[in-house]
């Protein structure tokens, strides 16, 4: 079993709908979970992070965790096609440093 | 620079040479990582420095890899005896001192290094 498992997709959503992507852990002792967008030929950004159960908002993205149910996710609402792109969910590793362990990312196309 | 600067961008050697990776960080960033990224895969650890020391090395595959960073700043990673499966996009991050648990990493565009 993976560390962290995502769908690969495509997961293709229409503009201006919700995309809905999704991340399981296997350890349950993590803490601290992110989200990276990284575009075709590009490094990835980070553009979430999540601590603690439930929702945090920014701006058109919220990062969903369940800690019991080992399970992240990112939701994009009002989906642009500047959204199309692959997004990496990543789990931290025990210790005082950025040891990221990241899934595979799903491929998200956001057709007009 | 204003961002992690990597070079060669891309490398093409044949199975069996030796390679070098350079990483020049956010100046000021105490912080610095190597990761891997083969296609279809997210980045893989490789190794950890803080200052000039590598404070976790687990990342690396084997003893063919090797890296320093003498200044604490410039870092260079370093394959013996390339094999086929070294073939990869190799990412160097960094981040300031102070935010070592936030996960907010800066990468640089990478090196894709194609062993033939």
């Known amino acids: 079993q993976k560390e962290v498992e995502q769908n690969s997709g495509p997961l293709s959503v229409p503009e201006g709908a919700i995309a809905s992507l999704n991340c399981t852990y296997s350890?349950?002792?993590?803490?601290?979970f992110f989200w990276y967008r990284q575009y075709s030929g590009k490094s990835p950004e980070l553009i979430m992070s999540i601590y603690s159960n439930g929702d945090k908002e920014d701006g058109r993205f919220t990062a969903q965790l369940n800690k019991a149910s080992q399970y992240v996710s990112l939701l994009i609402r009002d989906s642009q096609p500047s959204d199309s792109a692959t997004y990496l969910c990543a789990v931290k590793s025990p210790g005082g440093y950025n040891k990221l362990i990241f899934g595979a990312g799903t491929r998200l196309a956001v057709h007009p | 620079g204003a961002g992690v600067s990597q070079t060669p961008s891309n490398k093409v050697t044949e199975k069996g040479k030796y390679v070098e990776l350079r990483c020049d960080p956010i100046s000021g960033h105490t912080a610095l990582y190597w990761y891997r990224q083969s296609l279809g895969q997210g980045p893989e650890f490789l190794i950890y420095f803080q200052g000039t020391g590598a404070a976790d090395d687990s990342g690396l595959p084997n003893d063919r890899f090797f890296a320093v960073r003498p200044e604490g700043s410039v870092s260079t990673l370093k394959i013996q005896r390339t094999e086929r499966g070294d073939s990869a996009v190799y990412l160097c991050?960094?981040?300031?001192?102070?935010?070592?648990?936030?996960?907010?990493?800066?990468f640089g565009e990478g090196s894709r290094l194609t062993v033939l």
């Open positions: 991050a960094s981040s300031p001192a102070g935010t070592t648990n936030t996960g907010e990493l800066f």
């Open positions: 350890d349950r002792g993590s803490q601290s």
